[in-house]
């Protein structure tokens, strides 16, 4: 494969300490070792593949999922566990102007419809992922921002009908949201949960309606001819009718070479601490089960889970090597401090690192590759993957059944522009923080 970070960043090195893979067992599949064949092949064996191959293999699609390692060995099993509106990176006001209002409204639908997803799966299921948090909580990291929560609510409501509840700096603490922020916008959608648990059940899933997985599976060339794909792995080969590609920010340059220059990974890491008692929670006025983050551009967000312990991540990161990821451990830390001054010197056992995936157009995409024969993919889910990413892979399923109900707005179909500077784009990112760091002031 060919990648554009360093080399540690696809290893286990950022996975050491992951609080996620020490505390729930996702079973090894076997590798691929011999042709086989399927009607559709996806690539990517976390949240938008494995709702893609569930809801193809309950339709009666014969489906293979290839992973170049294991079950949500990537974002979709390292991350904060934020089930909750988002998806993309640009502003309303900037996909008004570039798509209009009805083609906005459509995507903000779809936002609400992608939480919505996930949780009708897990009711459907039944699985048990530690779900908690009424919707999530925006916390105003100056004045400034404070003083928009009004507004943002009342639009909130015009576009959902749901009240969103404005928390004004006094009440913070009453309400066990500490006393680090200026205010609170709480919107009353989304939740909390451990990602790997619901993995763990997507996998089972797919697996029970018929979906084969295979882990340790690296597609390493693909060739289409005479009307079928071709995907090459180091023991054997899938040969298939259709070809999705779900790999995010976890993606190679030519797995198809279409996705070249289109993806953009950018870091993320998480720190979490020992479990808190009841005693050190009140110490720091931070009671509440909301999962939260912070207002920044170069966002924190937080969550106290339901045993006790405190989830912290941050973006920031651009160096991709093991001495960067040592010195975002140091830096993680001092901001946790900075942030949530009473747990100074409570342990921090666990801490990881991993890419979200951004898009040039700061939107997500997912659907048919134009120009390309039977080529889907999905991905550029800017963070907020639980809940789009896996919204997704039903979408690329309903693509691919050619029927279904599922709203696909036009913002997720445009195409995705290649970034500049080709295979050399990270460095794009440096001044971009700069900016962003800037107007977190």
């Not at 339709?59 to 293979?64: L, R």
């Not at 909130?156 to 009440?171: D, W």
């Not at 048919?368 to 963070?383: N, R, Y």
């Not at 696909?408 to 962003?436: S, W």
Request: hydrophobic share 40%; proline share 5%; glycine share 10%.
């Amino acid at each position: 494969m060919s990648r554009i970070c360093d080399p540690f960043a696809y290893g286990d090195g950022p996975l050491e300490s992951c609080f996620w893979a020490e505390t729930v067992s996702i079973s090894e599949r076997t590798p691929l070792s011999a042709t086989a064949s399927a009607d559709v092949a996806i690539v990517g064996a976390g949240v938008t593949g494995l709702n893609a191959a569930l809801h193809l293999a309950e339709a009666g699609v014969s489906v293979a999922v290839l992973d170049a390692k294991q079950v949500g060995w990537g974002a979709s099993g390292r991350n904060g566990g934020f089930c909750c509106l988002g998806g993309a990176k640009a502003s309303h006001r900037t996909l008004e102007k570039r798509f209009g209002q009805v083609a906005l409204s459509d995507y903000l639908q779809t936002e609400r419809a992608a939480v919505e997803h996930v949780e009708q799966l897990l009711a459907r299921f039944g699985w048990d992922v530690d779900r908690h948090s009424e919707g999530e909580t925006l916390l105003a990291h100056n004045a400034r921002v404070s003083q928009t929560f009004p507004a943002e609510a009342a639009a909130f409501e015009q576009t959902y009908g749901l009240k969103a509840q404005v928390t004004h700096q006094s009440e913070l603490a009453a309400q066990g949201l500490g006393t680090s922020f200026h205010g609170a916008l709480t919107l009353p959608i989304g939740f909390g949960l451990n990602p790997r648990k619901y993995l763990r059940g997507l996998a089972g899933a797919a697996e029970a309606a018929g979906a084969k997985i295979y882990g340790d599976t690296p597609v390493t060339e693909t060739e289409y001819k005479n009307g079928l794909w071709h995907l090459a792995t180091p023991r054997g080969q899938i040969i298939t009718k259709k070809f999705v590609v779900a790999t995010n920010g976890y993606s190679s340059e030519h797995i198809p070479p279409w996705l070249a220059g289109r993806f953009l990974p950018a870091q993320s890491s998480i720190l979490v601490t020992r479990p808190l008692t009841l005693a050190e929670q009140k110490a720091q006025s931070w009671t509440s089960a909301q999962m939260a983050y912070d207002s920044r551009n170069l966002l924190h967000y937080f969550r106290l889970m339901p045993d006790g312990r405190f989830l912290f991540g941050m973006r920031g990161g651009l160096a991709t090597t093991r001495p960067a990821h040592e010195a975002i451990r140091t830096r993680i830390k001092r901001e946790f401090a900075q942030l949530f001054p009473a747990w100074r010197e409570v342990e921090t056992p666990h801490f990881w690192g991993g890419f979200v995936c951004y898009s040039r157009a700061q939107t997500p995409f997912a659907g048919k590759v134009p120009g390309a024969d039977d080529l889907f993919a999905a991905f550029a889910f800017h963070g907020n993957g639980v809940a789009m990413g896996s919204y997704a892979g039903l979408l690329l399923a309903q693509e691919i059944l050619g029927t279904g109900t599922h709203r696909h707005p036009g913002i997720m179909r445009a195409t995705p522009r290649r970034f500049p500077l080709g295979r050399a784009r990270r460095l794009l990112m440096y001044p971009a923080y700069l900016y962003y760091a800037f107007k977190d002031l």
